[in-house]
């Protein structure tokens, strides 16, 4: 794997994912196996109950410099402040609205804060650390 890291200055085209956050393991940061009960992390074997499943970001873009056009995917906290909570926050949040308006997948991401993620970030210019 090449190791050279750079910055790269573009644009957001569009948003690849309607999933923002993920169950991720605490110890490797891994997207964590969910049951009703527990969480199992595949990559390092970490296990535990699923309600003390903590959640992380995860955007995932279509960016465009002057020449090129890349897919990228954003993790973590960096985008808490685009959000505005926790990533364990936005997740109670999607799951109480959810359940309330009798949504059956308690984990999408309701239709009003895709609209908002897509203003908040296309045709915006960042700076992404590669």
């Known amino acids: 794997m090449n190791s050279v890291r750079g910055l790269l200055a573009a644009s957001v085209i569009?948003?690849?994912d309607s999933c923002f956050v993920y169950p991720a393991c605490q110890k490797c940061?891994?997207?964590?196996?969910?049951?009703?009960r527990?969480?199992?992390c595949l990559k390092c074997g970490c296990t535990g109950e699923a309600k003390d499943a903590s959640y992380r970001y995860r955007l995932s873009l279509k960016i465009a410099d002057t020449r090129d056009l890349?897919?990228?995917?954003v993790?973590?906290?960096c985008l808490d402040p685009f959000f505005g909570v926790t990533a364990e926050n936005l997740q109670r949040c999607i799951q109480d609205f959810n359940q309330l308006s009798g949504e059956i997948n308690t984990d999408a991401s309701p239709g009003v804060l895709v609209q908002a993620v897509e203003t908040c970030f296309i045709g915006?210019?960042?700076i992404f650390g590669v």
Do not use: A, K, P, V
Not at 29 to 36: A, H
Not at 70 to 73: E, G, N, P
């Open 14 to 16: 569009s948003i690849q």
């Open 29 to 36: 940061y891994s997207r964590l196996i969910l049951d009703s």
């Open 38 to 40: 527990r969480f199992n």
């Open 70 to 73: 890349f897919d990228i995917t």
């Open 75 to 77: 993790f973590g906290s």
């Open 124 to 126: 915006r210019r960042f």
